[in-house]
């Protein structure tokens, strides 16, 4: 017997704050059940010592050295800006909040 009902598809749309027609809670029920199964399956294959992994590749970052380098002055870096007030960037109040 299915695990996933046309009840349980909607009250997931509540939860997820979306309205769902019958026509797409139809097709969802289904969809959502053969995804179930297919889990079922692949849990049934799993065995103890087949490690979990999330990428099939081997996956490490790549660091470089932290190192100081040449910086911008002041004035490189608001030759550019749209407006600029003592020295700093001056963008417009937010949330009506005036300073």
Do not use: C
Request: negative net charge; hydrophobic residues 40%.
């Amino acid at each position: 017997m299915s695990e996933i009902t046309p009840d349980l598809v909607r009250h997931l749309g509540v939860l997820a704050r979306i309205q769902l027609s019958d026509d797409e809670v139809s097709r969802l029920t289904g969809q959502l059940d053969a995804i179930v199964d297919n889990i079922a399956k692949v849990s049934q294959v799993a065995t103890p010592d087949v490690p979990a992994t999330s990428h099939p590749i081997a996956m490490s970052n790549v660091y470089r050295p932290d190192e100081v380098g040449q910086t911008l002055n002041r004035e490189q870096v608001l030759q550019n800006a749209p407006d600029a007030v003592d020295g700093r960037f001056r963008v417009t109040a937010i949330l009506g909040e005036e300073q």
